[in-house]
């Protein structure tokens, strides 16, 4: 009020849009666009029908504090301002919400920070999209609504993670349980890989072998980005057959005949893996193994399974498979695939969907 921004009547204070020629910058809106009374009935009390309220007078049965203007309690809008100036001051990079907030809320914030304080900036403004179940809003009338808590009981929290960021932030996600069993199966099978990877590699830790390769390997990096495409295409060349070894006596058998570009290749992997885990927040602070048990508890607890139940199964599959019988095989190897397991003949068993 004192920037001659506000006007006080009747115990209300209302932010005087006409003030402040920004208002609607953030938005993009025009004033014929507010549609002023649509929802609710116009306060003929405004000078303009978009100015909003700073402080509202007090009701019967509502809370209030006292001020200049009587009792009353702050408006909608300026508890963003205010909690904004108090913890992170005048100016700071991101400001976040859902996209519906972008007006009037964050419009109105935006203008009457600046109003009061004009050096007041935020750097971004990020306005994300919903979460919706089955193509559907999520409502609690709906039965269809739910929490990360209740999503984390049954998958990993970087399973959720990674489910959310395959899509872009200012986009709806559409939540199904087989979106995040393919989630769960990406996240599984990437840490399964670095994993893979460096139990490869520490064959070679206390051998000079590993630190001449990374050297070639830099070498390889700087001097041409086609070295490093090649590289790329080895890794995918060495996974399969990595994938193919059926005995950790052969696979370790093998690896002591492999040449040194087979080793720059997993080298070049297991940066790479690391550095984009990292970057994308996904690069677990336990070690792989204790994170892969995870996932895999978490899948079997989605299936209704223990892990003794399920090694029953899979030995009445293989004594199936050994006696020919491929019915009684493929049936149960379908069931299981039903409740986000698949059986894999080798080396191991996978928990996907799909």
């Known amino acids: 009020m004192e920037n001659d921004k506000a006007y006080a009547m009747e115990g209300d204070v209302y932010f005087s849009v006409e003030s402040f020629p920004e208002y609607l910058s953030l938005s993009g809106r025009k004033f014929d666009q507010n549609q002023a009374g649509a929802r609710v009935a116009f306060d003929t009390r405004k000078r303009n029908p978009a100015d909003f309220a700073l402080w509202k007078a007090a009701k019967e049965g509502e809370p209030f504090w006292d001020s200049p203007w009587g009792r009353g309690r702050p408006g909608w809008h300026i508890e963003c301002s205010a909690m904004s100036a108090h913890y992170l001051g005048h100016l700071f990079d991101i400001h976040g919400g859902g996209k519906d907030l972008i007006f009037p809320h964050h419009e109105n914030e935006l203008a009457q920070s600046r109003a009061a304080y004009p050096e007041s900036e935020v750097k971004c403004w990020m306005h994300n999209g919903f979460v919706n179940k089955d193509d559907k809003k999520m409502a609690k009338s709906d039965n269809n609504f ?179 019988q491929f019915e009684i095989s493929d049936g149960i190897r379908k069931n299981l695939a039903t409740k986000g397991i698949a059986l894999m003949d080798e080396p191991s068993v996978f928990f996907t969907q799909g």
């Open 146 to 324: 739910f929490t990360i808590r209740d999503i984390t009981a049954l998958y990993h929290p970087l399973a959720l993670r990674f489910f959310l960021m395959r899509t872009h932030y200012r986009s709806d996600v559409n939540h199904s349980d087989q979106a995040l069993e393919i989630a769960s199966d990406r996240v599984y099978y990437i840490f399964q890989t670095l994993y893979d990877c460096e139990e490869v590699l520490a064959t070679y830790r206390e051998e000079d072998v590993l630190d001449r390769c990374f050297m070639e390997l830099l070498k390889a990096i700087n001097s041409s980005l086609n070295d490093l495409k090649k590289l790329q295409q080895k890794i995918e060349q060495q996974k399969k057959k990595q994938q193919q070894q059926k005995k950790q006596q052969q696979k370790q058998q093998q690896l002591q005949k492999q040449p040194e570009h087979y080793i720059q290749a997993l080298i070049a992997l297991e940066i790479e893996l690391k550095n984009k885990l990292s970057i994308l927040g996904l690069m677990p602070s336990s070690s792989l193994a204790e994170v892969l048990k995870q996932l895999k508890d978490k899948a079997l607890k989605r299936a209704g399974l223990t892990e003794e139940k399920l090694q029953e199964q899979i030995e009445q599959r293989n004594v199936a498979r050994k006696n020919k």
